[in-house]
């Protein structure tokens, strides 16, 4: 079955480590987004990518980067200079108009906690 | 810039009965996409429905509708006969064709909703 597979589903991070979340998937889309969510709070877009070798800023980019090699991976990098990452993070990716339903597909998510 | 509006932090329904999420966005617009998601406690975001807005007839997903108000700019959620399962975090999104420019989702802060035994 297509979908995205994020990995770790816990990631425990020591002060001053980069971390790595990883977020395939196998839909063949070519969109695909990182979120982060805190707690009883909304979606707020990190950085997005709508095609390889290409990706933008989104509202909170700050502290993250990202490389987008391969169609298929998306991998977010929550750095040192995130000063707060603990965090809910949600991968996402989206058909193009008339494939699908031109919504997000949702990962299951990684949850990052600073120890 | 589009904005979604979700105006009701909480929601709480009986078992069996209907609630109704509210949702209203602001746009320029003439043709976009309009979604509603829902994020049970496990956290994993799940597509509800969707619509399309030049498409005048409203989505129904099994217990779930919509009610698409164009010229009002609402686009609020009925859930009928309410389950346990229904509990959940819902979003409300909207998305510009892709002749808008934007290739993102915009989504509203989200209703809590509670289903009482």
């Known amino acids: 079955d297509g979908g995205i597979t994020q990995s770790p589903k816990y990631l425990f991070r020591k002060e001053g480590q980069n971390v790595t979340l990883s977020c395939e998937q196998n839909l063949n889309h070519d969109a695909m987004y990182w979120y982060r969510q805190d707690p009883g709070q909304g979606l707020r877009l990190i950085y997005y990518s709508q095609i390889v070798n290409d990706f933008q800023k989104g509202d909170i980019a700050e502290g993250y980067s990202v490389s987008r090699e391969k169609k298929e991976s998306f991998p977010l990098t929550v750095t040192s200079a995130q000063k707060n990452p603990t965090a809910f993070y949600l991968c996402?990716?989206?058909?193009?108009?008339?494939?699908?339903?031109?919504?997000?597909?949702f990962g299951s998510g990684t949850r990052l906690t600073v120890v | 810039a589009q904005t979604v509006t979700q105006s009701q932090p909480e929601m709480s329904v009986q078992e069996a009965e209907t609630v109704t999420l509210s949702c209203t966005y602001d746009?320029?617009?003439?043709?976009?996409?309009l979604f509603w998601y829902k994020q049970p406690p496990s956290r994993q975001m799940i597509l509800v429905i969707r619509?399309?807005?030049?498409?005048?007839q409203n989505a129904t997903e099994n217990r779930f509708s919509v009610n698409f108000q164009k010229a009002a700019k609402s686009f609020s959620l009925k859930i009928s006969d309410s389950q346990l399962g229904d509990a959940a975090m819902y979003f409300c999104a909207y998305r510009s064709t892709p002749q808008g420019g934007s290739e993102k989702l915009v989504f509203g802060k989200g209703t809590k909703l509670t289903v009482n035994p």
């Open positions: 619509q399309e807005a030049y498409k005048q």
């Open positions: 996402a990716s989206s058909s193009a108009p008339g494939q699908g339903h031109y919504g997000y597909t």
């Open positions: 746009t320029s617009e003439s043709d976009y996409y």
